[in-house]
């Protein structure tokens, strides 16, 4: 088992800043892959970034390559999302997932999911 919890969601102008972290607890050595999805109101969960155990490899979804970073630091089992030059569409609730799919970017590879965090981003 894995227990994901995800903070740093808020309230924030377009064209501001704000820096997701997902704490993660458990087994978490066997969930290679972690990966920031974002939902909003009346839409699927999308995609957001991606990064492999060693963070060799790191994956965005086209609308926020350029704003935002994916990074993880393995010894304080935790990973974050800098968010930049944030723009209302992307207001959302982020979830952050743990999967063993390398490269993963759909939801049905990875098997871990917190509660999410919401991000508003006023215009």
């Known amino acids: 088992q894995v227990q994901l919890v995800e903070s740093g969601g808020g309230l924030v102008q377009a064209g501001g800043s704000l820096r997701l972290s997902c704490a993660a607890s458990g087994r978490t050595f066997s969930y290679a892959t972690m990966g920031w999805f974002r939902q909003a109101p009346g839409k699927e969960r999308e995609f957001v970034a991606a990064i492999s155990w060693t963070a060799v490899y790191t994956d965005y979804a086209d609308s926020v390559k350029g704003r935002f970073t994916i990074s993880r630091d393995n010894a304080k089992n935790a990973l974050y999302l800098q968010m930049n030059s944030l723009k209302p569409e992307d207001t959302a609730l982020y979830y952050c997932?743990?999967?063993?799919?390398?490269?993963?970017?759909?939801?049905?590879?990875?098997?871990?999911w917190g509660q999410g965090t919401q991000v508003t981003v006023s215009s």
């Open positions: 997932a743990a999967g063993t799919t390398r490269r993963a970017t759909a939801t049905y590879e990875y098997d871990y």
